[in-house]
C-alpha cells in the first residue's frame, strides 16, 4: 500500500467494485487487490466471473477476492450486497461505481424503452449503490468514491446522446455530492476516459439498428464505422485501472482526472474553442473514417 494512502491505518481497506464481470471493472478489482485492497467484486450475473477468478488467480490476488451479485437497477440487490459487504468485512473504503452501458442511435430513433435502460443503469443505478453506502462512509467519516463517467460526459458526440446524457448527468450528480460530503470526510472523484479496449463498444454497438430507408442512415454510418475503428485502435484499459489505484493513494484528490489523448484534448478544446470550432473538428472526423 503506498505510504500517502489516505485509507485508515490498522485495518485492511475495502473496496467495493460494480461491474467487475470485464473490463475496467475487472481490471480494477485485480490493481486494487495488488494494492492491498480487500475485493468486493459485484457484477450482475455471478456466472460470468470466471474470467476475474481466473485473472485473480494468475495474480496471486484471489484469497483477496470476495465475489458478490449487484444489478445496479435492483434495489433490492444493491441493498443486498451492501449489507453482505458489511457482514464481510464491517466497512467501505473506496467505492467505484464503474458498471454501465453504451446506447446509441440517432435520437429520434431510439426508444424510449433504450433510453430509460441506459439511465436506469449508468444514472439512477450508480445513484442507488452511492446512496447504500454513502450511510457506512458517513459514520466511518472516511471515503471515497469513484465514478466512473467519460469523455462523453463532457461534449456530446452525434449518434450517442443517450450514453452522453446518462454522463453528463453522472458529473452534475458528482460535483453536487462532493461538495455535500466534504466535511463528512468521504471524497467523490470522477474518472472521464476516453476510448479504451473493452467490450462496451462491441455490445453498444451490437444493440444499435440503422434501418433500411432511415433519414439517418449514412450520418449513423459514419458513427458506426468510427466507433469500430476505435474500439479497434484504442488503447489498454490497464491504464484507468492504474489511474484508479493511484486515485485511491491520494490524500486530497481533485474532482476530475480525464485519462487517455481523447479525454484530455477534448477538455481542453472545450475550454478554449468555441462550441462552432469543436462540433466542425468532430463531424471533419467522422466524415474522415472511411
Ligand atoms: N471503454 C471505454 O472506452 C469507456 C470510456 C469511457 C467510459 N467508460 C465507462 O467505463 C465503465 C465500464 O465500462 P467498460 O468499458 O469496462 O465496459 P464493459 O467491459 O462492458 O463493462 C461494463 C460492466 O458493467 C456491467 N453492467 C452493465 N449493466 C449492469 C447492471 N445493471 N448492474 C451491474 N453491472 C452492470 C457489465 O456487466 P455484464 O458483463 O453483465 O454486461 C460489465 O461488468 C462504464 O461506466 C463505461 O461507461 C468506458
Do not use: C
Request: cysteine-free; charged content about 20%; aromatic content about 6%.
Amino acid at each position: 500500500m503506498n505510504s500517502n494512502s489516505s485509507q485508515p491505518k490498522g485495518h485492511e481497506p475495502v473496496a467495493l467494485i460494480t461491474g467487475t464481470s470485464s473490463g475496467f471493472g475487472l481490471l480494477t478489482a485485480l490493481t486494487l487487490a495488488r494494492l492491498g485492497y480487500k475485493i468486493v467484486a459485484t457484477m450482475r450475473d455471478l456466472e460470468r466471473r470466471d474470467e476475474l477468478i481466473q485473472q485473480a488467480e494468475q495474480a496471486g490476488v484471489l484469497e483477496r477476492m470476495h465475489l458478490l451479485a449487484l444489478d445496479v437497477t435492483d434495489e433490492a440487490s444493491v441493498a443486498a450486497a451492501v449489507q453482505a459487504t458489511l457482514e464481510l468485512t464491517g466497512r467501505i473504503d473506496v467505492l467505484v461505481n464503474n458498471a454501465g452501458l453504451a446506447v446509441g442511435g440517432f435520437v429520434e430513433e431510439v426508444d424510449m424503452e433504450a433510453w430509460r435502460r441506459q439511465m436506469e443503469t449508468n444514472f439512477f443505478g450508480l445513484i442507488a449503490v452511492t446512496k447504500a453506502v454513502l450511510p457506512v462512509m458517513r459514520a466511518q467519516r472516511s471515503g471515497l468514491i469513484i465514478n466512473v463517467s467519460s469523455v462523453s460526459g463532457l461534449t456530446g458526440f452525434p449518434g450517442y446522446a443517450p450514453y452522453a446524457a446518462s454522463k453528463f448527468a453522472v458529473e452534475g450528480f458528482s460535483e453536487s455530492l462532493r461538495q455535500e460530503m466534504l466535511s463528512y470526510g468521504v471524497r467523490v472523484v470522477i474518472v472521464e476516459p476516453g476510448s479504451f479496449r473493452t467490450p462496451i463498444w462491441s455490445k453498444g454497438i451490437a444493440g444499435i439498428h440503422n434501418p433500411e430507408g432511415s433519414p439517418y442512415r449514412a450520418r449513423l454510418e459514419e458513427v458506426l464505422r468510427y466507433s469500430r475503428r476505435s474500439a479497434e485502435t484504442a488503447p489498454d484499459p490497464q491504464q484507468v485501472a492504474d489511474l484508479i489505484g493511484r486515485i485511491t493513494a491520494k490524500r486530497a484528490p481533485r474532482l476530475r482526472y480525464p485519462v487517455g489523448k481523447g479525454s484530455r484534448m477534448l477538455m481542453i478544446g472545450k475550454a478554449l474553442l468555441p462550441w462552432k470550432v469543436l462540433e466542425g473538428i468532430i463531424s471533419r472526423s467522422l466524415r474522415a473514417m472511411k
